[in-house]
């Protein structure tokens, strides 16, 4: 699935109805609120940072969701900014880090994503994380 947003405030609540839309008969509701959020975050700071419109891919199989989110800005930022204890903003890849399974972003773009991995069992060693072998 695809979609593109306008470079605007209304982008990312845009984006949250696209995906229960997409996705949410398919996924657990605790599923569809991770990637609600995550996706939220990401298009916010695509309409922060970014300069176009914003394009939203996604897609999901039995082992994960996998949220795509690109802009035509000039990158992240990699800077430490000094703020004070009250400012609320730029938690947001930190929100993404810590509730996605995994998460990045392409070298030297905006092209930033993550992934939900999804509960269940995982058949073959290649699709068990830690290698062993699956409980019957």
Same mark, same amino acid.
């Given at each position: 699935m695809s979609s593109s947003f306008p470079h605007d405030a209304t982008s990312a609540g845009t984006a949250r109805?696209?995906?229960a839309e997409w996705f949410?008969? @398919?996924l657990q509701e605790r599923e569809l609120e991770t990637a609600t959020l995550l996706t939220s975050e990401l298009v916010t700071n695509a309409?922060? @940072?970014g300069k176009s419109d914003?394009?939203?891919?996604a897609s999901l199989d039995d082992d994960r969701l996998l949220i795509e989110v690109t802009d035509e800005g000039e990158?992240?930022?990699q800077m430490i900014r000094e703020c004070n204890f009250e @400012?609320?903003?730029?938690?947001?890849l930190k929100i993404v880090d810590s509730q996605s399974s995994r998460w990045g972003a392409h070298e030297g773009t905006t092209h930033v994503w993550f992934e939900l991995e999804r509960r269940g069992?995982?058949?073959?060693a290649d699709k068990n994380p830690a290698g062993e072998p699956n409980e019957q």
């Open positions: 109805r696209a995906l949410g008969s @398919h309409v922060r @940072h914003i394009t939203v891919r990158g992240l930022e @400012h609320v903003q730029g938690w947001g069992p995982r058949l073959g």
